[in-house]
């Protein structure tokens, strides 16, 4: 069983940059591919990003390309996503998550299995 924790949220002006991590705790984080997802308020929580296992392979939302990034540090059993460029509707709680369904697209969060607890990140006008 994998926990997982995000840190690096916060308050931040439209056009500004943070930085989220999430930290897992298993032996067998590297073997998993990864995925950030953000849910604002009334809305249904949406795909970011993913990475698979190795780090070699990233997928991003089409509102996220080209701003964010996402990537892995397998030795720190940490997942980063970097958001640059950001705009109020990037406000959201963001959550990390553990994929443990392979078939089927990657930006289906049913294909999640194991959640972190989230991060608010903020973006002001």
């Known amino acids: 069983q994998e926990r997982l924790a995000e840190s690096g949220g916060g308050l931040v002006q439209a056009g500004g940059s943070l930085r989220l991590s999430c930290a897992g705790s298993?032996?067998?984080?590297?073997?998993?591919?990864m995925g950030w997802f953000r849910q604002a308020p009334g809305k249904a929580r949406e795909f970011v990003a993913t990475?698979?296992?190795?780090?070699?392979?990233?997928y991003y939302a089409d509102s996220v390309k080209g701003r964010f990034t996402i990537s892995r540090d397998n030795t720190q059993k940490t997942v980063y996503l970097q958001m640059n460029s950001l705009k109020p509707e990037d406000t959201a709680i963001y959550y990390c998550?553990?994929?443990?369904?392979?078939?089927?697209?990657?930006?289906?969060?049913?294909?999640?299995?194991?959640w972190g607890q989230g991060t608010q990140v903020t973006v002001s006008s």
């Open positions: 990475i698979n296992a190795s780090g070699g392979s990233t």
């Open positions: 298993g032996r067998t984080f590297g073997s998993y591919a």
């Open positions: 998550a553990v994929r443990t369904v392979y078939s089927g697209p990657a930006s289906s969060d049913h294909k999640y299995g194991y």
